[in-house]
């Protein structure tokens, strides 16, 4: 061999598979984790605004929502007890001491 | 040809960036392997997050492979991290490659390794894309930041040095 095909020889050496599923799972492991935190961030930064806005909000909200809470707070109880009576009632622990 | 994934992955489309890391995966390592030493499989997978979270600054969509190559370029040339994991995988290659290297003289394999690691990095860089990857002098001038005479100027230069230690005249 010429010094020109060894050297030919050696920079071809490495190719390994063209495919490597482990490393290529790998990095879109990482890209996944990045893109869940950069949501997370977001709603993060969303909840804390919503947060603040109802805080600001709170003397108007407060002066709407209490007389609606005084006529609304029988209906409210009642559906509530409904809903707990039902969700009571079909819980398995529940129907295997009736039985 | 890559500009439709490069759009795609840039939008948002996970899979489409899969598929630029499946196609350019094997090519990256190699390079920094050759290029950069141990540790090549970490930082090629931090160019690849990098790259995804910089899609928005890539230009050229059809510049994807010289841009990702310069990520990872200059992430080698700035990080020193030890990594056992990296190196165990950097071992395996090394250990495959001389398995499949059948013809070539492990004296000559010893001499071009030495003379390799004897070159400037930039120079190392620049003779990996383009001799043994086959790449342009442009696109090795893309990715390395560098001017275009002085890539060629390290291929030729490097091509040399590497002849020289066979024992034949360039």
């Known amino acids: 061999m010429t010094a020109e095909q060894r050297l030919e020889a050696f920079l071809q050496e490495g190719r390994g598979p063209e495919q490597d599923p482990v490393f290529a799972a790998e990095v879109m492991r990482q890209v996944a984790r990045r893109e869940l935190k950069a949501q997370l961030a977001a709603s993060a930064v969303l909840a804390t605004a919503a947060a603040v806005g109802l805080w600001a909000c709170a003397p108007i909200l407060n002066a ?4 609606m809470a005084l006529m609304l707070s029988p209906v409210v109880g009642m559906l509530t007890l409904t809903a707990a009576v039902v969700l009571i009632s079909q819980n398995p622990a529940w129907l295997r001491l009736r039985l | 040809m890559e500009a439709p994934l490069v ?3 840039r939008a948002g489309s996970q ?4 598929r630029l890391v499946e196609r350019h995966q094997q090519g990256l390592r190699r390079f920094l392997r050759r290029a950069a030493g141990a540790e090549a499989d970490d930082v090629a997978q931090e160019a690849f997050v990098t790259a995804w979270a910089n899609l928005n600054r890539l230009r050229d969509d ?9 990520i990872a370029w200059r992430r080698a040339l700035t990080l020193n991290r030890s990594a056992a994991r990296s190196a165990r995988r950097d071992h395996d290659w090394t250990q495959e490659r001389d398995g499949k290297g059948a013809g070539l003289a492990a004296e000559d ?3 071009l390794e030495a003379a390799m690691a004897t070159l ?20 090795a001038a893309d990715a390395l930041g560098l001017p275009l005479g ?21």
């Open chain 1, 64 to 67: 709407v929502i209490e007389p």
């Open chain 2, 62 to 70: 059809e510049g994807f492979r010289p841009w990702l190559y310069g």
């Open chain 2, 150 to 170: 002085t890539i060629k100027s390290h291929v030729a230069r490097g091509r040399d040095k590497l002849l020289s230690v066979l024992g034949d005249k360039p």
């Open chain 2, 15 to 18: 899979a489409a960036f899969g």
């Open chain 2, 120 to 139: 400037a990095p930039d120079q190392r860089a620049a003779v990996t894309l383009c001799l043994a990857d086959g790449w342009s002098h442009g696109e």
């Open chain 2, 7 to 9: 759009r795609a992955a």
């Open chain 2, 109 to 111: 394999r010893m001499a």
